[in-house]
T-cell receptor, first 111, second 111 residues
Framework: AQTVTQSQPEMSVQEAETVTLSCTYDTSESDYYLFWYKQPPSRQMILVIRQEAYKQQNATENRFSVNFQKAAKSFSLKISDSQLGDAAMYFC????????FGAGTRLTVKP | DTEVTQTPKHLVMGMTNKKSLKCEQHMGHRAMYWYKQKAKKPPELMFVYSYEKLSINESVPSRFSPECPNSSLLNLHLHALQPEDSALYLCASIGFRTEAFFGQGTRLTVV
């Protein structure tokens, strides 16, 4: 089974600064999808960004961007100009035949 | 319409009760998932339905019984649960080559 690893249980960033959350995964497949989801205290799962493995270009959504290194099986999320509303749990997810999540990183944003 | 609707939002049940959780989507997706999420943990895959057939059962105890009456509806029947089954139950709908769209979840408490 595929595994997703997030090695940072907690991260903290100053408002307006940049933070990077790490994710690695293990797979023998070449075609798959990777996602970052945000889960605020309401516990609604919100999609932040997605990356198709066949695309070499890193995905970007406004202040959020990824560094996708397929050979290294690494998929990090960069949040620029951090805002108080970015504080949440962030989950990295791998999708092929099903969807699996990493353990999550709790992001705190300091004013 | 990219909404996944779960009912009820909250449920308290005794260990001898029978109850059901419902999930509905109208995006035409053919795959629907049930996840269990404990506090401060990632969503844990329970069941996957693909084209209305159960394709993945992650060794879930038989006191949880999934059902997919049609392509838009997913149920989770609960019977003789234990207090440790208290959790947030998330339903997700996934289309071909898309991300997972999540419902708001059912917060289940077993007393």
């Amino acid at each position: 089974a595929q595994t997703v690893t997030q090695s940072q249980p907690e991260m903290s960033v100053q408002e307006a600064e940049t933070v990077t959350l790490s994710c690695t995964y293990d797979t023998s497949e070449s075609d798959y999808y990777l996602f970052w989801y945000k889960q605020p205290p309401s516990r609604q799962m919100i999609l932040v960004i997605r990356q198709e493995a066949y695309k070499q270009q890193n995905a970007t959504e406004n202040r959020f961007s990824v560094n996708f290194q397929k050979a290294a099986k690494s998929f990090s999320l960069k949040i620029s100009d951090s805002q108080l509303g970015d504080a949440a749990m962030y989950f990295c997810a791998y999708r092929r035949d099903d969807m699996r999540f990493g353990a999550g990183t709790r992001l705190t944003v300091k004013p | 319409d990219t909404e996944v609707t779960q009912t009820p939002k909250h449920l308290v049940m005794g260990m001898t009760n029978k109850k059901s959780l419902k999930c509905e989507q109208h995006m035409g997706h053919r795959a629907m998932y049930w996840y269990k999420q404990k506090a401060k943990k990632p969503p844990e895959l329970m069941f996957v339905y693909s084209y209305e057939k159960l394709s993945i059962n992650e060794s879930v105890p038989s006191r949880f019984s999934p059902e997919c009456p049609n392509s838009s509806l997913l149920n989770l029947h609960l019977h003789a649960l234990q207090p440790e089954d208290s959790a947030l139950y998330l339903c997700a709908s996934i289309g071909f080559r898309t991300e997972a769209f999540f419902g708001q979840g059912t917060r289940l408490t077993v007393v």
